[in-house]
């Protein structure tokens, strides 16, 4: 091997690449002229993305297990520096709520479980979140329940795979008997996702537990558990049919405390490849506590079918109705059927465009029926609106205006008569008149899961963010963040000289510009080159001249007039599309690096590439290839020949480097990871001297050195998913956004 020059700090292995200089630029994709009244969307797949599953693993392997939970333990073993970490909002705009709790002994007092957020407790009924969860825990949540006896439970791991993002497992299952202040570990380490806690109401010992297991890897804590003690020990008393098939959901009958349902769901996730039902999927019944089993048939669709998620509702004011949503392996909804014997014979309820629609093509997002406990024909259903019906599932209407979509969560209030808490993408909701309509939106969530951030030097209270399912959102005028641009929210740029010179994009690269703010927003992407464009695409200005902007779809775009016209300047820096059916804009340019000198640019991609052009795009020089999913290259704008570049990918137990520096100009690359927890790195920053700053599934992390020896920064930092952040030199500030809780801000020295 051949070593390149030293690096600030140690070297440790380096990456020799080749050299040779390919001539790309060529005739630009004919892209149709901009209409003049409207703009055409650039499309990509209608189901939530799978973007941040993409880009953590490799094509060839599978998650390994535990990866996450080992990285958390490294991150927390690092020593920490610099001061503390402050929330900056939002506390607005909210986040996906996956599963909700009511206090038995506290009036009023509701417990959210934020997606990627950790547990949340409101005490004046759904106001106002405080939080409730250790921030150096994993944060990611299924399931929340309470007990007759206030105590509380949290199952971590999301069982719902998409949603932009990977599905973050958990650790277990915990109790807290002080309301969130403190938590115990159950067990259950291995159950990869929680789907549902259900606790016996006349006996709080008495639990059961629907596992999910991992969605990316076979075997371990998977079915439904049984505790008599509490939690102290358990037993699996349903397993699936695959090594792959999880609970999701398990009732217990209101009158027979012998009769329970669960519902199992045979899914995996591979980096190519969707298995969103099989062999294992069902509705199963158990009529002595939970010792056996049987699968219900008499009417349901069976694994023939292909059936995918199915979500179960029973009526508590006449237990033996029940009512079932069955979706298709692929996704789409298949039907929804109707029981009035307990489970032993099933009919299909009438069709409804509205209803079939609410699932779109996505119904693994949802899976859930939530039946009023005082009306056996009045139910709700979830769906990217609410779906609810008063006559048992005959006809249906859809709110699709006063609550935000994609619904997951749903608890009625004992205590007051037609109250009624809703959980969704959007946060918490409350209603007073059983759910139909007359929600009213917490006023007080800081658990938005956001993609990017954007500050400017010109005035330190502007952030501007892309957020999961809730767009573009920005701190001015204020107070608190208001959206400017829907969808879910990706890149965000404000122009350094001009604050009110603003950019956002939604997802697959719809990107607009604006000259007040954010006020009136003017889009352009239908005058990039280009035929895949990522769902986060970049978006970048030069370090010389902001007027210069650069746009990566699968070939490199470049404007010299702020956004306003756009002339490729590469070919295709890709190895070309993927084989994945539904994922079908990979192979794309995931990151954009212009140097200071106006001539020098790097770009990475999703599929493990680094290029470099040294004459504004007339020649591109492969630096890397064969690598995990590029998520940054940067470069030092004083320096061309000085740049980073971070991979991301879970390889546990693996020498794979996920820091690469070069003084080169990326001819030689030497692996600067060093110390840092084995998790994918999501951003660096170049700031003062050799120190170097990393945003990583396990928080964010500093070098004074540049490379090799790093500590944990700050305090105060939830053990978070950060996948952007943003220096500020001229205030010595350092903002991350966190996927899962909100914008924070620290100081730097």
Sequence with gaps: MTRSRRLPAALTAVVL??????????????????????YRPVRGPS????????QKTMRGETLPRHAYATAAEQARQLPTTGGAWRSVGPTNIGGRITSLALDPRRPDTVYAAAATGGVWVSHDAGQRFEQAWPADQTQAMGAVATAADGTLYAGTGEVNPGGGGITYEGTGLYASRDGGRSWRLLGLRDSGAIGAITIDPADPKRLFVAAAGSLYSPGGDRGVYRSTDAGATWQRVLAGATPFTGATEVLLDPVDRNRLYA?????????????????????????????????????????AAGVGRIGLGQAPSGPRRLYAIVNTASGPFEGFYGSEDGGDS????????????????FGWWFGKVWVDPD?????????????????????WTADTTTVHADQHAMAWDPRRANRVYLGNDGGVYRSDTDGDGGWVKAVHEPYTQFYSAAITPQDVTRISGGAQDNGSVRSWPGPGFTEYLGGDGEENQINPRDKNNVYACYQYGNCFWSTDGGDTMTYFANNVAGTRRNWFTPLVFDPRDPTVMYYG??????????????TAISGDLTGGPGRDPVYTNYGTISTIAPAGDGRTVYVGTDDGRVWVTRDAGANWTPLLSGQPWVTRVVVDPAAPNRVYVTLSAYRAGSDTPHVLGSLDGGRHFVDISGNLPQAPVNDLVIARGATLYVATDQGVFVSHSGGWRWQRLGTGLPLVPVDDIEYDGDHQRLVAATFGSGMYETRTP
């Design 47 to 54: 189901a939530p993305a799978d973007y941040r599953y993409l």
């Design 346 to 361: 099933w009919r299909r309820l009438p069709d409804n465009p509205g209803l079939a629609g609410s699932q779109s093509t």
């Design 17 to 38: 690449t080749s050299t040779t200089a390919v001539a790309l630029a060529g005739p630009a994709t004919a892209i149709p002229p901009r209409p003049p009244d409207e």
């Design 263 to 303: 519902v199992m769901w045979d899914h995996r996730r591979e980096p190519d490849l969707r298995s969103y039902g099989g062999v294992g999927s069902g509705v199963y019944r158990s009529t002595d506590g939970g010792t056996t089993w049987t699968l219900l048939t008499g009417g349901l669709p069976g694994a």
């Design 375 to 395: 009306s056996p024909q009045h139910v709700h259903l979830a769906g990217v609106p609410l779906m609810t019906t008063k006559d048992g599932g005959r006809t």
């Design 553 to 566: 779809a699968n070939v490199l775009s470049r404007s010299a007039d702020g956004g306003r016209t756009w």
